[in-house]
T-cell receptor, first 115, second 114 residues
């Protein structure tokens, strides 16, 4: 049973446009959500996160939106750049207030930025 | 500032053998988590170590075991290897006292079981 779902295995976006990556979850205990970016032959790199007490978090070109009632989050990248081409993973965890729980990951979305 | 390091980079083992993978956490981190990433899948949580004890475990059989040393580094051991254990094994570190749960990943060890 997949608790975190990324339904688009791949997404192609033109350079300079907005990239929107989507993620759905089923476990109501999840309280903290993270996005990771992964290049081939490298480990995932932390990108941005959001706690369930917020509905939006921004960091430069990256914004994550959380709709808790719909159990849905999305990552917006504006403007998209060629270096953004990578696999993006959505992850979730119950918030443990300073501890570090195991993360539950989706299968990833391969983002391709076209020049 | 060294990030998370893992060794070896690649490993080929035969079915039935045992393997040990190693991880050094990022400086200042005290918690180590291990993940298995099969081809085309997201990472799956194996277990987490803090204060040299296993604190949390995912849905993996007890063929998978681990250890954390006083310097916070960690080992993942897999016994009686199966073909299905072929995967990228990722180590992630974090600081228990952090407000939020960002985990920082190493480059992984690619294990091939033949």
């Amino acid at each position: 049973d997949q608790q975190v779902k990324q339904n688009s295995p791949s997404l192609s976006v033109q350079e300079g446009r907005i990239s929107i990556l989507n993620c759905d979850y089923t476990n109501s205990m999840f309280d903290y959500f993270l996005w990771y970016k992964k290049y081939p032959a490298e480990g995932p790199t932390f990108l941005i996160s959001i706690s369930s007490i917020k509905d939006k978090n921004e960091d430069g070109r990256f914004t994550v939106f959380l709709n808790k009632s719909a159990k849905h989050l999305s990552l917006h990248i504006v403007p998209s750049q060629p270096g953004d081409s990578a696999v993006y993973f959505c992850a979730a965890t119950p918030y443990s207030g300073g501890g570090a729980d195991g993360l539950t990951f989706g299968k990833g979305t391969h983002l391709i930025i076209q020049p | 500032d060294a990030g998370v390091t893992q060794s070896p980079t690649h490993l080929i083992k035969t079915r039935g053998q045992q393997v040990t993978l190693r991880c050094s956490p990022k400086s200042g981190h005290d918690t180590v988590s291990w993940y298995q990433q099969a081809l085309g899948q997201g990472p799956q949580f194996i277990f987490q170590y803090y204060e040299e004890e296993e604190r949390q475990r995912g849905n993996f059989p007890d063929r998978f075991s681990g250890h954390q040393f006083p310097n916070y580094s960690s080992e993942l051991n897999v016994n009686a290897l199966l073909l299905g254990d072929s995967a990228l094994y990722l180590c992630a570190s974090s600081f228990r006292g952090a407000l939020f749960d960002e985990q920082y990943f190493g480059p992984g060890t690619r294990l091939t079981v033949t």
